[in-house]
């Protein structure tokens, strides 16, 4: 079939389920456990990600200039940088959405070579869209979503999965009738849904009231403690921010500053909530 | 995942947005049924004439129908950025083409169904003793235009002027299919009838391009 590993040139995949991650787990579960696995390896070791190089360009405009990163297993990475500085970019070419222009992206954790769907079944993304259906119920979305990855009884999955996330007493409700923290809330039960080892967030506090953004802050430090991978785009300081291991700034599609895998993310995370500010400010 | 399992599940989806809206069918046969009524009274033809023009007016007003009912078949999976979700899936990305062609093909086979038995009363057209060939030559020129509508309305979601992009896009495509459903289904009205071997092949060939091409395709269709 065409659209296989083959046909995604800029694209390498080294896998390996044995390898532990050997992430700290600096923070203790929340109370609020999420869904089964149904995977053996299942959240024990995050995804391993290589950006070799990385340019994207949309026409005459490039979004990605030279973007070379290596993101270890387990991380949470904060990406912060103004709007169109190419958060949102690097996020879509990680989890295969967008092609590289240029350069070469891995996904690693052992010497095993995965398809770009084996890789697919381990990502999971909360867009900066919902990425639902309005017109089918809470539990509909999920079941439909856990059929398409292959999830071993769908229906229960999916209300299994609605149960952490709060929205249990919602289910046969259709997603067009929820608020905008309760869709987010079901977005990130969708991400969840086929325990990935690698989650993407673009602004995942967007449109959350402060409470619905404490059970987001806890929900990735449980994610984080798991030794799930975690990337997420982030704008100025929020209640998310507090799994963060490792910040990264980016500004007109080049890394500025980078705290590091073992530096202290706070730094950069503040440079970029005063460099907000200013602009703010500013304009 | 399998592809036809993912398909099934795509299809199943489609039907069910659709069918608990119904606003898009609901739309489609009431605008068909005024072309083909209003058609019937401009014209007023007589059994001979009928025989004539009759099928160029039913497959003009299919593709009207067909303009109607493709067009919101990606325009739906903006709303939410949902067709990032589908691409998200570790299925076959051709499976998303598949399972919206296949639910397109079904919606307008329903509209054609529906359409069928008024075209005959109103054009005064005896169409019992053609139903097989009939169906055969509908189900290969909807089959036509629901592949080809269904990639162009890929294509055309994720531009600016969509609303304008796909007739002017699906026309040119589609006028070889429609030539070959309107001859073929002349053929069908003659007396005697005659189900032309010649017509046939041409809208299976263009099936078969389409829908390999649409394979070939897929993925860098549903690219950003």
């Known amino acids: 079939m065409p659209g296989s590993a083959a046909a995604r040139s800029n694209y390498c995949a080294n896998w390996s389920r044995a390898e532990p991650s050997g992430v700290d787990t600096p923070h203790t579960s929340s109370p609020t456990s999420g869904p089964s696995t149904g995977r053996s390896d299942s959240l024990n070791s995050g995804l391993k990600i290589q950006f070799s190089g990385i340019e994207k360009r949309y026409g005459m405009r490039m979004a990605l200039r030279g973007v070379s990163l290596e993101i270890g297993a387990g991380e949470c990475v904060a990406l912060v940088g103004h709007n169109g500085s190419g958060k949102t970019t690097l996020l879509k070419i990680t989890a295969l959405l967008a092609r590289p222009s240029k350069g070469q992206l891995s996904f690693s954790s052992g010497d095993s070579v995965l398809s770009s769907g084996d890789i697919k079944q381990r990502i999971g993304m909360v867009a900066h869209n919902t990425l639902l259906y309005d017109e089918l119920t809470a539990e509909e979305n999920l079941v439909f979503f856990a059929k398409l990855f292959n999830l071993p009884e769908p229906a229960a999955r999916a209300r299994q999965s609605l149960e952490p996330v709060g929205l249990a007493r919602r289910s046969a409700d259709m997603v067009r009738t929820f608020s905008r923290g309760m869709r987010q809330r079901l977005a990130i039960a969708r991400a969840l849904l086929a325990s990935p080892q690698l989650l993407l967030f673009d602004e995942p506090a967007a449109g959350l009231d402060p409470e619905g953004q404490q059970w987001l802050g806890q929900t990735l430090a449980r994610l984080h403690a798991e030794g799930c991978t975690i990337v997420m785009s982030t704008h100025g300081r929020n209640e998310t921010q507090g799994s963060v291991t490792r910040a990264i700034r980016l500004e007109g599609g080049e890394i500025t500053h980078d705290s590091g895998p073992n530096g202290d993310p706070y730094g950069v995370l503040a440079l970029a909530a005063v460099r907000e500010t200013a602009e703010g400010d500013a304009r | ?224």
């Open chain 2, 1 to 224: 995942m399998s592809f036809m399992h993912s398909t099934a599940t795509i299809l199943a989806k489609e039907l069910r947005t659709e069918f608990r809206s119904r606003e898009l069918l609901g739309t489609t046969v009431v605008f068909v049924l005024i072309v083909i009524v209003l058609f019937s009274f401009t014209f007023n033809p007589t059994s001979s004439e009928s025989r004539r023009f009759g099928p160029g007016l039913l497959w003009l007003a299919f593709l009207f129908a067909g303009s109607l009912m493709l067009q919101p078949s990606f325009l739906r999976e903006q709303t939410n950025d949902t067709l990032a979700a589908l691409r998200l899936a570790p299925i076959d990305p051709f499976s998303i083409l598949a399972g919206k062609m296949a639910a397109n093909f079904l919606f307008l086979l329903l509209v054609e169904i529906i359409l069928l038995p008024v075209f005959a009363v109103l054009y005064n057209i005896a169409i019992f003793p053609i139903l097989a060939p009939l169906v055969l030559v509908l189900a290969l020129g909807t089959i036509g235009l629901a592949t080809t509508g269904t990639v162009f309305s890929a294509v055309a979601a994720q531009a600016r002027l969509r609303e304008l992009l796909l007739p002017l896009l699906l026309l040119p495509v589609l006028a070889p299919v429609l030539i070959a459903s309107t001859e073929a289904t002349v053929g069908l009205l003659r007396d005697p009838s005659e189900l032309s071997p010649v017509w046939l092949t041409f809208l299976t060939s263009f099936d078969v391009v389409f829908l390999t091409a649409a394979w070939l395709f897929g993925e860098y269709l549903l690219e950003e």
